[in-house]
Nanobody, 119 residues
Framework: QVQLVESGGALVQAGDSLRLSCVAS????????MGWHRQAPGKQRELVAI??????NYADSVKGRFTISSENAKNTVYLQMNSLKPEDTAVYYC??????????????WGQGTQVTVSS
C-alpha cells in the first residue's frame, strides 16, 4: 500500500514560479523513478519530467524552465516551475515507480494538483 500526496498547485500569472511537491508513503523498499505528468482539458496526459538513477528527462516544452529534484530519504519529489506560460495550465500528476518491501514493483499516481497560468 503506497500513497502519493501532491501539493503546490495554484492560480498564477504568466512569468510566475511555482514549486510542486509530492510525498510518497507506505511499504516502499526503494524508488526506481519519480516524476510528473500533466493533463490539460481535452488533451492526452503527457510526461513533464522524470528522474531515475541520477538522471533526468524533460518534455521539450519545459526544458530550461522546469527542474525536477528529489529527496530520496523523504520519498519526495519536487518540480520547480519558472517562467510559467498559459500553455502550462493543466492538472499535474505525481508518478512513482517503486519496489515494495514485500517484493514486487509497481507504478503509482497521485490525485493531481491544478496549475492555472493566466495571461
Amino acid at each position: 500500500q503506497v500513497q502519493l500526496v501532491e501539493s503546490g498547485g495554484a492560480l498564477v500569472q504568466a512569468g510566475d514560479s511555482l514549486r510542486l511537491s509530492c510525498v510518497a508513503s507506505g511499504s516502499i523498499f526503494s524508488i526506481n523513478a519519480m516524476g510528473w505528468h500533466r493533463q490539460a482539458p481535452g488533451k492526452q496526459r503527457e510526461l513533464v519530467a522524470i528522474t531515475w538513477g541520477g538522471r533526468t528527462n524533460y518534455a521539450d516544452s519545459v526544458k530550461g524552465r522546469f527542474t525536477i529534484s528529489s529527496e530520496n530519504a523523504k520519498n519526495t519529489v519536487y518540480l520547480q516551475m519558472n517562467s510559467l506560460k498559459p500553455e502550462d495550465t493543466a492538472v499535474y500528476y505525481c508518478y512513482l515507480d517503486a519496489s515494495l518491501r514485500l517484493g514486487g514493483r509497481r507504478d503509482y499516481w497521485g490525485q493531481g494538483t491544478q496549475v492555472t497560468v493566466s495571461s
